[in-house]
């Protein structure tokens, strides 16, 4: 039999060797995020032929890139801000205030149709995109929701079921007798919502929050299919009108104009981190 001091010699080695393997799988996922960091600050020819090179004295381009990036074309960079901004905020709040009061509705109310929708609802989240994308966008044309103040109304439908599925079981670990205290107290459903159950749901909205702001913020497939291109871009489709004569690219403007639209979600995501953690445990635990 092993001793004590081989067992935790075993167990030292163990935890050595699966640390060397996160470190090569961390390795090999921030790798993509360094080479367009390197590269948003090469000249274009530099891009093509010394991708994973540090820039040098010759190939070194500044915030060239960054100003091309802004500059091209006839589109300003700034609406194209400014439409995926108004689109994050809106989805991530349509989808954290309508998500939670449904979920809230589904935990509490025992029946059949409350578990229809919640399979259903957790059902669509193994549903390609790809499989209803043409249907929807005839649909969003014919509802006239194609414009950025509309769309946040398809990112709902799109959402709402990993927000239902985490909100659902963080509700179930609520004890309901707050909110039947709530209810003596003379609360009604609404203010008994607002006032006790979504000051609880803390955790789960932030990290709902996140994932679906991360979501909304870099997704390209769902504007570029439902808006009018040519009046609204978001930044992934401003990116990919980066094209010159002959459809040729300027790599070192799309990754300068790539940098920038990843840094607010990094820089958000760094910031909030620990919530998504303790939102996906707590919807995890009952769900």
């Known amino acids: 039999m092993m001793n004590k001091e081989q067992t935790l010699a075993a167990e030292q080695r163990r935890k050595t060797i699966l640390s060397a393997v996160l470190a090569v799988i961390c390795v090999i996922y921030v790798l993509p995020v360094v080479a367009v960091v390197i590269n948003s600050f090469k000249q274009n020819t530099f891009v093509k032929t010394e991708t994973f090179a540090l820039p040098t004295e010759q190939s070194y381009a500044g915030f060239d890139n960054f100003i091309t990036g802004m500059t091209f074309g006839n589109y300003p960079f700034a609406s194209s801000v400014l439409y995926s901004t108004v689109i994050t905020i809106l989805s991530t709040a349509l989808i954290l205030i309508f998500c939670s009061m449904a979920a809230w509705y589904i935990a509490r109310v025992s029946s059949k149709f409350c578990k229809i929708i919640y399979y259903l609802c957790v059902f669509s989240m193994v549903v390609p995109f790809q499989m209803v994308m043409f249907t929807l966008s005839k649909t969003a044309d014919a509802l006239k929701l194609n414009t950025p103040w509309t769309i946040p109304i398809v990112y709902l439908g799109f959402g709402a079921g990993l927000a ?3 909100f659902v079981g963080f509700v179930k670990s609520i004890p309901l007798e707050i909110e039947e205290a709530a209810a003596i ?15 609880m749901l803390k955790p789960t909205l932030i990290s709902v929050g996140i994932l679906e702001i991360m979501w909304v913020w870099n997704d390209y497939l769902l504007p570029v299919l439902v808006l009018d291109i ?3 871009r978001t930044i992934p489709i401003h990116i990919q009108y980066l094209k010159g004569s002959y459809g040729t690219v300027d790599l070192g403007a799309t990754m300068a104009l790539i940098l920038l ?3 607010p979600v990094i820089a958000f995501y760094l910031a ?16």
Do not use: E
């Open 185 to 199: 107290d003379g609360c009604g459903p609404v203010r008994t919502f607002f006032s006790v159950v979504l000051p």
């Open 261 to 263: 639209s990843i840094i």
């Open 230 to 232: 040519n009046q609204y």
């Open 164 to 166: 239902i599925f985490m």
């Open 272 to 287: 909030a981190q620990k919530h998504i953690i303790k939102g996906v445990a707590a919807g995890a635990v009952k769900g």
